[in-house]
């Protein structure tokens, strides 16, 4: 297991850290997220140390959306107040990563709960398809690549 000491969630990994372990196999580790936003959030991160989604490898990656959808039925059967899931994955600071070490949130939801992403400004005006397509061909040309 690759690691870095200055990544909390590779301390964590390496035993130097407590955490509240739900789930471990080879590739990724489950723990419960020290500030949940409901109880019952979950934490899914990769054994090695990987900073950001486009350096993780692909196996590993579906490997922990696996572990994850497996958790939202755990989390939905454990009796913790639980109406729906989210599963968040925040990659680079402009969407919200503050520990550089791919993670994916199992967060169990509730009506009423406060939690919510904000929309901006352009969100209710909806682009015209000539402008989606110019972005899905920008996409597609960096897909293939």
Not at 81 to 99: T, V, Y
Request: aromatic fraction near 8%; glycine fraction near 8%.
């Amino acid at each position: 297991m690759k690691n870095t000491t200055d990544c909390i969630f590779c301390e964590i990994l390496a035993g130097r850290l407590d955490s509240s372990q739900v789930y471990r196999d080879a590739l990724c580790t489950a723990f419960m997220d020290i500030q949940p936003v409901n109880p019952g959030h979950v934490l899914v991160v990769p054994n090695d140390h990987v900073a950001f989604l486009a350096e993780l490898d692909e196996e590993t990656g579906a490997h922990m959306f696996r572990v994850a959808q497996r958790l939202a039925q755990a989390i939905r059967r454990s009796g913790v107040k639980c109406e729906g899931i989210n599963l968040f994955l925040a990659d680079g600071a402009a969407a919200m990563q503050e520990i550089f070490h791919v993670h994916l949130h199992v967060i169990p939801r509730y009506d009423g709960d406060g939690f919510g992403l904000t929309f901006g400004p352009e969100y209710s005006q909806k682009p015209s398809r000539v402008k989606l397509d110019a972005v899905a061909q920008k996409i597609r040309v960096a897909f293939k690549g």
